[in-house]
């Protein structure tokens, strides 16, 4: 039975603590929203592991934290964010050359591919940099809805790049504060304020904040610990019966590759504005080829335990039943009992699951055979998935800051 070999720093980027102090205050900050009402840190917090423990997000148009995040009903959201907000866990990874759950951003050996176009691409320091553009741009997320700030006018006439576009008119009110002024001329001396500048200090905030290589297993891999006798007989299976490591392989438990799973699907759909289906086409979305239709990317599962709710869609709050699920999806499919966290549950969020014709067509991409888990091997492979809980990454090494240089509220 072949394990993955221990992790070791070389697996990551480096990063320089004053970035990392700089980008930890910008991740925080809620001056990077359209409205000034939300950070990074609202959809990726750490008490939810590091994400919003919400089945689909309520970016703007939303209140609260977590799963008491309520719709605003003096300023509702346009719809629901389409996707399950992921985990933030060892992004700063080298091998993490690919993002999204439908991998429509990728580093190549030509720079890095993402839907935005070339100009747009330029800068980044790494993939996970450029990631920072899509919410701070996304109407639902963090822009705000078209028209109520000058950030959400820019980007609904397109401006982006350039004097008076978007990412202007974000890294002006970051220059505007002294306080950053003297962490960039610190941390990057010499390097204008503009958006790259600021992206790649989240970047490197979020790879030294939420690098996961101290949990239980990892000890074990290095012959440093031992690992309970449950968690043992899951570790057997992952790695063996079940087949979990066919997928779920290499030292963060991803083969950051697409497959059809069988995912229930909820919410809006991933779709451009002027579409009205729920359908979210995964993969297909970015390749156009058929074949990769309802196919999504490979999650790690580090700290799996405490990233729910699990699924693309997040169409699961239990994780045991998830599991059961996950291996016998065709089966699933038929009986799912729809337990998900959602403020204000609409009957349009199941467009797609009261529609059998959609339904038949999810279980029909689905490859290899469905696989009836026991209750005591799904109980096994829960004590394993606990010993992939790190407690130090998910605490965060620097934590949650008290303030912000522009003086608005933390969602702490």
């Not at 580093?107 to 993402?114: A, C, F, I």
């Not at 451009?272 to 790690?300: C, K, L, N």
Request: glycine share 10%.
């Amino acid at each position: 039975m072949d394990f993955p070999a221990p992790i070791s720093d070389d697996a990551y980027r480096a990063t320089d603590p004053e970035v990392v102090a700089l980008g930890r205050l910008l991740f925080w900050d809620p001056i990077l929203s359209g409205n000034r009402n939300i950070s990074c840190g609202t959809c990726h917090h750490p008490r939810f592991g590091t994400g919003d423990g919400l089945s689909l997000g309520l970016g703007e148009g939303g209140t609260g934290l977590g799963p008491e995040r309520a719709i605003d009903p003096e300023n509702p959201p346009e719809q629901r964010i389409p996707r399950n907000a992921p985990a933030l866990f060892n992004l700063g990874a080298h091998e993490f050359t690919v993002l999204f759950h439908d991998g429509r951003i990728e580093e190549t050996e030509d720079g890095l591919r993402t839907p935005m176009g070339d100009e747009m691409e330029q800068g980044f320091a790494t993939l996970l940099s450029a990631q920072t553009m899509f919410p701070v741009l996304s109407a639902d997320e963090m822009a705000g809805h078209y028209g109520e700030n000058e950030i959400s006018k820019a980007v609904r006439q397109g401006l982006i790049t350039g004097e008076g576009g978007a990412w202007d008119l974000l890294s002006a009110r970051v220059r505007a504060i002294p306080v950053y002024v003297e962490m960039f001329e610190a941390a990057m001396p010499g390097r204008e304020i503009g958006f790259t500048a600021i992206s790649d200090a989240i970047a490197q905030f979020v790879e030294h904040e939420w690098r996961s290589d101290t949990a239980p297993f990892d000890a074990w891999l290095r012959g440093e610990g031992a690992l309970p006798d449950d968690a043992l007989t899951g570790l057997e299976l992952f790695y063996g019966a079940a087949g979990c490591a066919e997928c779920h392989s290499g030292p963060f438990q991803t083969d950051h590759a697409f497959h059809a799973m069988g995912q229930p699907q909820l919410g809006p759909g991933k779709a451009a504005r002027f579409e009205t289906h729920a359908r979210d086409d995964g993969r297909m979305r970015v390749t156009g080829a058929a074949a990769d239709a309802y196919a999504f990317r490979t999650p790690s599962l580090r700290n799996a335990t405490e990233t729910g709710p699990w699924g693309h869609a997040g169409a699961y709050a239990d994780l045991a039943a998830f599991l059961r699920d996950h291996a016998a999806p065709r089966a699933a499919l038929a009986s799912y009992q729809r337990d998900v966290v959602l403020p204000a549950l609409e009957a349009e969020d199941w467009r797609v699951m009261d529609d059998p014709a959609q339904v038949t067509a999810i279980a029909a991409a689905v490859q290899g055979p469905d696989r009836i888990l026991t209750d005591a091997e799904i109980a096994s492979l829960m004590a394993f998935l606990a010993m992939l809980t790190d407690q130090t990454a998910l605490a965060g090494r620097l934590g949650i800051p008290e303030t912000v240089p522009s003086g608005l509220p933390v969602d702490r």
